[in-house]
């Protein structure tokens, strides 16, 4: 008899650990991530709706620490070191907590990982990495879910949205792409450069409008390696014309277009022909 009960015990405990129904979450998870410059940024976070309720004083109290989101707390990750308003931010992942206010929100980028939500009584401000202060906008369309966004990206730039009913927070991240840009040019031009690792490299700089004498010679280098190619003379043309050597930037201009027709590249004809029509027209009033 004892057996049997010990037998029955056992059958119960099984089948309840797969009689668990999945069910759908009122607060979706969801993730995003964005590329800026070199870098990638990553988050991890749930979306609830506003479900026809008050938000932000409402739902979300003011003065107290929001988790930025639902359930568990929202989770940020950097794959290199940042900056946000003037604090380092290194490479790691972090918990992302807010404390809204009407004029102003404080952002928390929280150290410790492992608190469900926003951690009740286990929150620990000496545990924050940091906190930012942002001012809350006016989200021009409304908002169901809880969204995260990234915008505004440049090489080393990028915003943050945070936003949810008639609110859009932005928090914005800077990352140094220019020294990592440096440290990658230098360790490949060390290792058996190609054409293309000097053309890569001087159409950084080019795009970047620094150190063209640099980026020109980087530019003849490939040449010399890869032969002509209507994008190494499209490139080469427009770092001449930004060192003001026009009767050069129209020949490599005229070198490309030649090159881009017989490819069919019409996109590169047009702009080819364009530029060299004004660097005639800058040599012309330059002659006058």
């Not at 499209?234 to 490309?256: C, H, M, P």
Request: cysteine-free; proline content about 4%; hydrophobic content about 35%.
């Amino acid at each position: 008899m004892k057996k049997v009960l010990i037998n029955s015990f056992f059958l119960v405990v099984i089948v309840s650990s797969y009689s668990q129904i999945k069910h759908p979450k009122a607060s979706p998870l969801a993730t995003i991530e964005q590329e800026i410059g070199l870098s990638k940024i990553s988050v991890e976070y749930s979306r609830p709706a506003t479900r026809g309720r008050k938000i932000f004083g409402g739902l979300v109290p003011y003065g107290r620490i929001w988790r930025v989101g639902a359930n568990a707390s929202t989770k940020i990750t950097v794959d290199t070191d940042m900056n946000i308003l003037g604090n380092d931010l290194p490479k790691g992942t972090y918990a992302l907590y807010a404390f809204p206010e009407e004029e102003n929100w404080q952002i928390a980028f929280h150290a410790n990982t492992e608190h469900w939500g926003d951690g009740r009584k286990n929150y620990n401000p000496e545990e924050d990495l940091f906190r930012v202060t942002v001012k809350p906008q006016k989200n021009r369309e409304y908002q169901e879910n809880f969204l995260i966004v990234f915008d505004s990206i440049t090489h080393s730039t990028i915003q943050m949205g945070l936003i949810w009913a008639n609110t859009k927070v932005i928090i914005p991240f800077t990352v140094d792409t220019h020294a990592q840009m440096e440290m990658e040019i230098a360790r490949q031009l060390s290792e058996n450069p190609t054409a293309q690792t000097y053309y890569e490299a001087a159409r950084y700089l080019q795009e970047q409008k620094i150190e063209y004498p640099r980026a020109l010679q980087y530019l003849k280098q490939a040449l010399k390696l890869g032969g002509d190619t209507y994008y190494f003379h499209r490139v080469k043309s427009l770092v001449e014309a930004a060192l003001g050597d026009y009767e050069d930037a129209i020949t490599s201009a005229q070198k490309s277009l030649a090159l881009a027709q017989k490819q069919d590249k019409d996109e590169f004809v047009r702009m080819n022909q364009k530029n060299i029509n004004t660097w005639k027209t800058l040599l012309q009033d330059h002659d006058d």
